[in-house]
């Protein structure tokens, strides 16, 4: 069974930084893609980014230049690196693994996710 797990999240103040992680098992090929969305309360997922093969990430405009999306395909592994961190990043972030064709930033297009991980942003 394919499990997504993520970790990292937490509380920090605007300005700070995280670092989350998604850790994969269950999997006995390298993901084609991996990517991380965000969901506010209430709200749907929206994507954060995304890398597919041997491509450059993708970026949300909201987070580009502030955060970083990185794998160790060998590990089916999956970092993202948020700086200057804003309140309006205060989400529930969730990994995603596998993609079926489709768009980047659809959920739709993912056919494996994490259970999620909380950062909150004070300001």
């Known amino acids: 069974q394919v499990q997504l797990v993520e970790s990292g999240g937490g509380s920090v103040q605007a300005g700070g930084s995280l670092r989350l992680s998604c850790a994969t098992s269950g999997y006995s090929y390298f993901f084609n893609c991996m990517g991380w969305f965000r969901q506010y309360p209430g709200k749907g997922r929206e994507a954060v980014a995304s890398h597919y093969g041997a491509d450059s990430p993708n970026y949300a405009d909201s987070v580009k230049g502030r955060f970083t999306l990185s794998r160790d395909i060998a590990k089916n592994m999956m970092y993202l690196e948020m700086k200057s961190l804003k309140p309006e990043d205060t989400a529930m972030y969730y990994c995603?693994?596998?993609?079926?064709?489709?768009?980047?930033?659809?959920?739709?297009?993912?056919?494996?996710w994490g259970q999620g991980t909380q950062v909150t942003v004070s300001s």
């Open positions: 995603a693994a596998d993609c079926r064709g489709g768009a980047w930033n659809s959920q739709d297009t993912y056919n494996y």
